[in-house]
């Protein structure tokens, strides 16, 4: 039965599809048995729960998804970034000890103001720079005055805050020698090396405090050294950059990035400006963001086109 019979008969019109929160307390309950589920499996049952109707099945965004898909993902993610889940494996999500602490005392509805208790989650808050923005603007029912280019503006910084955090975290699950891997591919996408250059990875054995070079130049003249430290909490300090700085002494460079996936302390930054070495800093937010925008371990979702009156011809 359409929405628009239902109402003729006097029955009301069908359920819409729930906003995003609203799936994240019938999630984590289906997670509470610690075995890994697809999230479409949780979809499905989500579907049930909530009596959802064909039309809201298939009810689409319009950048083509489903609108059901994208807020079963989206709650996924903030479930993630909260740290009451994790991702196991591709497509996948399972709850956490954190995850199964909050489900011995669950809220009403686990929305965004209960998850900015979590650390993680307010950095992640934090990350997309805006404020009030858990829900789209152009819901339906919002009564905020906002153009549609903020609306997609301030829902693009949200899912970019999310990518970061979680690319952050992927990093740092894998081995000290991804990142270092990972570095010498990424600032070739940005353009060091180039076609007559090359990268050379050092490896952890022997590394002397280098673990990349990049050269210029086919002839190895024009060198760039890299240090990547795969860190979780603690910053980067001094006494790094000064191992860092002698090691660049010892292959006579006066200059090298030092990656880390978490932040350099205020006298290692202060170390860095007084010393005649150039030196690039890039903790673990710039990595994220040169990630995403040198595509390098993401792809494009999707593709929106925002159009506007063409002036020119209606002169």
């Keep these: 039965m359409s929405r628009f019979e239902a109402l003729a008969e006097g029955q009301g019109a069908a359920v819409a599809v729930p906003r995003f929160y609203e799936f994240t307390l019938p999630i984590l309950r289906r997670l509470a048995d610690g075995e890994p589920r697809h999230w479409r499996e949780l979809r ?13 099945r298939l009810e689409a965004t319009p950048g083509g998804s489903t609108r059901l898909d994208t807020r079963v993902l989206w709650a996924n993610t903030h479930l993630f970034q909260a740290g ?9 999500v399972q709850i956490t000890d954190r995850g199964r602490e909050v489900l011995t005392n669950p809220p009403d509805v686990i929305d965004p103001s209960y998850l900015d208790r979590f650390p993680e989650y307010r950095d992640f808050q ?43 975290r992927r990093i740092v699950a894998q081995p000290p020698e991804f990142l270092e891997h990972l570095v010498l591919k ?32 086919p002839l190895g003249i024009d060198r760039v050294y890299l240090q990547a430290k795969r860190y979780t909490d603690a910053a980067v300090g001094r006494p790094n950059m000064q191992a860092f700085v002698g090691a660049l002494h010892g292959v006579q460079a006066d200059r090298g990035v030092f990656i880390t996936t978490s932040r350099f302390s205020q006298e290692a930054r202060d170390y860095i400006e007084r010393i005649p070495n150039r030196i690039i800093l890039i903790d673990g937010q710039r990595l994220a963001e040169l990630m995403v ?14 159009k506007r009156i063409d002036e020119d011809f209606f002169e």
């Design 44 to 56: 499905d049952e989500c579907i049930g729960e909530f009596g959802l109707s064909e039309q809201d």
């Design 126 to 168: 934090s990350r997309t720079q805006q404020k009030d923005t858990h829900e789209p603007a152009a819901e339906a029912g919002s009564t905020e005055k906002v153009t549609p280019l903020e609306s997609i503006s301030t829902a693009v910084a949200e899912s970019a805050a999310a990518l970061h955090g979680e690319l952050l």
């Design 186 to 217: 990424l600032l070739t996408a940005m353009g060091y090396g180039g076609q007559a250059g090359a990268v050379e990875h050092r490896g952890r054995s022997h590394d002397g405090g280098i673990d990349g070079i990049i050269r210029q130049d």
């Design 293 to 306: 925008l040198y595509d390098v371990g993401v792809q494009v979702e999707e593709t929106f086109t925002l």
């Design 84 to 92: 009451l889940v994790s991702r196991p494996a591709r497509g996948e």
